[in-house]
C-alpha cells in the first residue's frame, strides 16, 4: 500500500485518485475545517443559549413551553446526525453529505432571520398585552429552527470525522497528531461558543434579534468560501463495503441461526479471512474479545449450511457497537444535566439582579460565557500539563484511558448540580426573607453567585464532550466512523428529549390539582431546587451504572496488516505530543 510517498491508508482526493503525504491532509487540511466550525457553533449557540428568552418575551411562551420547545429543538439538532452519518458512511461520503447538508443549514439560518426581523412574523402587544403568536407565525418560525436542526445532521457528524481522516493512521507521526485533533477541535467550537454567549446574545436583547441572528448567517457563509478553498488538499476515505452497518443485521440474525451449535474450545477455530485478503483489501482485522460470546456463535463453522459464517472482524464490529451502547446508555443523564444550561439556568439567572454597575444589565444567558471560558482555559492545560503528567505516573499514553476521562467528567459534574442546588436553597430563602412573590420582582441576590456550576460544568465538558467524541470515534467499527460519532450526538440529543420529558412530567405531577409547581410560570414562587436535587441523586445513581458499565467494557484492538508486515493498533497504544499542532 506504501508507495512512493503516498499516504498509507489508501485516502484519495476528490477525484479518487492516490494523494501524496506531504502535499495534503494533517494540520494544514484542518485550518480550513475548523473556521468552519467555530461559525457553526456561534450559530447554533447564539441561538440556543438565548431561544428560551425569545420565546418567552417574543412568542410569549409559558415557562414549561419554552424549556421544552428548546430541549425538542436542542435534542433534534443533536440527533439528526445518525441519518446524515448513515448517508455518508453508506452513499454519499462524508464531504458531499457535508456539502449538502451545510447549504440547507445556511438556508435555515437565513430563514430564521427574516423571521426574527420581520414585524409581521412576530406578536404584536397593545398597551402592554400581548397576542399569543398565530399559526403562520408559528410555523414560520419552527419551520425555520427545524430546517437548521435537519443541516446539522449531516455537518455535525461529518466534519469532525473528516477532520480526523487527513491524519495517517499508518503513519506513527500523524497517529500521534491525530489524538490531539480533538482536543482542539473542540477548542474552536468553545471559540464559538464564546462569542455567541457573549457578543451575540447582547446584540440580540439590545440590537435587535434579526442582526443577532445575521452575523453567525453572514459568517457561516464566509466559512464555507473558506472550506472549499482546503479542497485541493483534503483527503477522502474510500469506502471499503457498501453497506457498513449491514453487520450489526447480519451477526445477530447469524448468531440465532447457529443458537444450537457449540462454540470451539479456543477462539482461533471460528471462521476469519486469511491475512492475505486484509492485506489486499486494506481493511483491518479486529481481534477477538471474550464478551458478548452469544454473539460468537454468527463465525462457527458448520459444515451442514449453505451459507458461510460470518468473520471474527465482523463479529467484533458488532460487539464494539453493543459495547459502546452501554457507555451511551450512562450518558443520557449527563446530557441531561448540561441541557440545563440553556433553559432552567437561565430562567432563573433573569430572577436574580443582573446588574454590573449603575446602567449595565448582563443578560442572563450570557453566563453560559462562563461554561467556554473555563473549557478554553482547561483543554491547553489538560492536553499540555495534564496528560504528560498523568502518562509518567500510568504509563498510558493518553495519561488515563477514555472512560477514566469520561468518569472524572462526571464526578465534576455532580459537583455542579450539588452546587446548582445549593444556591437555589440560598435563593429561596432570600425569597423568604424580603416576601418576594412577584414573578417580575428582582431577587437582591448577585447573578454571579451561579458562577461555579457555569464554570464547574465547563471543566467537567473538558474531560465529557471531549472525550465521549474522541471514545465513539475511536471505538468505531472502520467502516462506520461517522455513524460512530453520532452515540455522542445522539447521547445530547436523547439528553435533551429526556430533559423536555422530565420538566413537563415534574410540572404536571407537582403542579396538579392545588399543588405548587416545582417549575413554574413564577421562579419566585415554585420550588426549582427540589428539581436540581432529584437531578442530584438520579446523577449519582447514574455514576454508579456507569462505573459498572466500564468495568464491563474491552478497547477495541485492530491489526492493519500489509505486504511489508502489520502494524497492531489499540485505543490506549499511543504515543503523542502534548500539543501535536504541527503540520
Not at 418575551?57 to 428548546?70: A, G, I, K, P, Y
Not at 467550537?189 to 436583547?205: M, N
Not at 435587535?208 to 452575523?215: F, K, P, V
Not at 450570557?366 to 503528567?389: A, E, I, K, N, Q
Request: hydrophobic share 40%; aromatic share 12%; charged share 15%.
Amino acid at each position: 500500500m506504501e508507495t512512493k510517498g503516498y499516504t498509507q491508508d489508501g485516502t484519495v482526493d476528490l477525484r479518487g485518485r492516490p494523494v501524496l503525504a506531504s502535499k495534503t491532509g494533517k494540520w494544514k487540511a484542518c485550518a480550513f475545517l475548523v473556521g468552519y466550525e467555530a461559525f457553526e457553533r456561534m450559530a447554533f449557540y447564539g441561538i440556543a443559549s438565548n431561544l428560551v428568552n425569545y420565546l418567552t418575551t417574543q412568542l410569549h411562551e409559558d415557562t414549561v413551553s419554552s424549556v421544552r420547545n428548546v430541549n425538542n429543538w436542542s435534542g433534534s439538532v443533536w440527533i439528526t446526525p445518525i441519518i446524515g452519518a448513515y448517508i455518508a458512511d453508506t452513499y454519499l461520503g462524508r464531504f458531499w453529505t457535508f456539502t449538502v447538508s451545510s447549504l440547507i443549514y445556511v438556508v435555515g439560518m437565513i430563514l430564521l432571520t427574516t423571521t426574527v426581523s420581520m414585524k409581521s412574523l412576530r406578536p404584536t402587544c397593545t398597551d402592554g398585552i400581548c397576542n399569543k403568536a398565530s399559526t403562520l407565525q408559528i410555523v414560520f418560525f419552527y419551520t425555520s429552527l427545524y430546517t437548521i436542526a435537519i443541516g446539522a445532521g449531516g455537518t455535525k457528524p461529518n466534519i469532525s470525522t473528516f477532520g480526523a481522516d487527513q491524519f495517517d493512521d499508518f503513519n506513527p507521526q500523524e497517529k500521534e497528531l491525530k489524538v490531539s485533533f480533538f482536543n482542539w477541535w473542540m477548542f474552536s467550537s468553545f471559540l464559538g461558543a464564546l462569542v455567541a454567549t457573549l457578543a451575540l446574545v447582547y446584540i440580540q436583547e439590545n440590537m435587535g434579534w434579526g442582526l443577532g441572528y445575521g452575523i453567525p448567517t453572514v459568517g457561516l457563509l464566509f466559512s464555507l468560501f473558506v472550506f472549499y478553498l482546503g479542497t485541493p488538499i483534503y483527503r477522502h476515505k474510500v469506502k471499503k463495503t457498501k453497506s457498513p452497518a449491514r453487520d450489526l443485521i447480519q451477526v445477530p440474525i447469524t448468531a440465532f441461526r447457529n443458537r444450537k451449535l457449540q462454540l470451539p474450545n479456543h477462539p482461533s477455530q471460528l471462521h476469519e479471512h486469511e491475512p492475505q485478503q486484509y492485506i489486499n483489501s486494506g481493511k483491518r482485522q479486529v481481534h477477538y474479545t471474550p464478551i458478548f460470546r452469544f454473539l460468537d456463535k454468527a463465525a462457527v463453522k458448520d459444515g451442514n449450511s449453505s451459507k458461510p459464517p460470518c468473520t471474527v472482524t465482523q463479529v467484533e464490529g458488532t460487539k464494539l457497537v453493543l459495547g459502546m451502547l452501554l457507555i451511551w446508555l450512562v450518558t443520557l443523564i449527563p446530557s441531561t444535566i448540561w441541557a440545563q444550561v440553556n433553559t432552567l439556568f437561565v430562567k432563573q439567572g433573569n430572577t436574580m439582579d443582573r446588574s454590573l454597575g449603575s446602567s449595565f444589565q448582563i443578560p442572563a444567558a450570557s453566563l453560559g460565557s462562563f461554561v467556554t471560558f473555563s473549557m478554553l482555559l482547561s483543554v491547553p492545560m489538560y492536553d499540555r500539563y495534564f496528560v504528560p503528567f498523568m502518562r509518567r505516573k500510568t504509563g498510558n499514553p493518553r495519561g488515563i484511558t477514555l472512560l477514566q476521562r469520561l468518569g472524572i467528567g462526571f464526578v465534576i459534574q455532580i459537583a455542579a448540580i450539588a452546587i446548582a442546588y445549593a444556591v437555589e436553597v440560598r435563593r429561596m430563602r432570600v425569597i423568604r426573607v424580603h416576601h418576594i412573590m412577584g414573578p417580575k420582582e428582582t431577587v437582591p441576590m448577585s447573578i454571579f453567585c451561579l458562577l461555579p456550576q457555569y464554570v464547574l460544568l465547563g471543566i467537567a465538558d473538558v474531560f465529557n464532550a471531549i472525550g465521549l467524541l474522541e471514545f465513539f470515534y475511536d471505538q468505531s467499527p472502520e467502516d462506520m466512523q461517522s455513524l460512530g460519532t453520532t452515540f455522542f450526538t445522539s447521547g445530547i440529543g436523547v439528553g435533551n428529549f429526556l430533559n423536555s420529558f422530565l420538566v413537563t412530567v415534574v410540572d404536571k405531577i407537582t403542579g396538579g390539582g392545588n399543588g405548587k409547581s416545582w417549575i413554574g410560570d413564577n421562579l419566585n414562587d415554585s420550588h426549582l431546587d427540589y428539581y436540581y436535587g432529584f437531578l442530584l441523586v438520579i446523577s449519582i445513581l447514574n455514576l454508579g451504572a456507569f462505573l459498572w458499565a466500564s468495568s464491563k467494557y474491552v478497547y477495541k484492538r485492530e491489526t492493519i496488516e500489509f505486504n511489508e508486515g502489520c502494524i497492531e493498533l489499540e485505543s490506549k497504544a499511543l504515543e503523542i505530543s502534548p500539543l501535536g499542532l504541527q503540520v
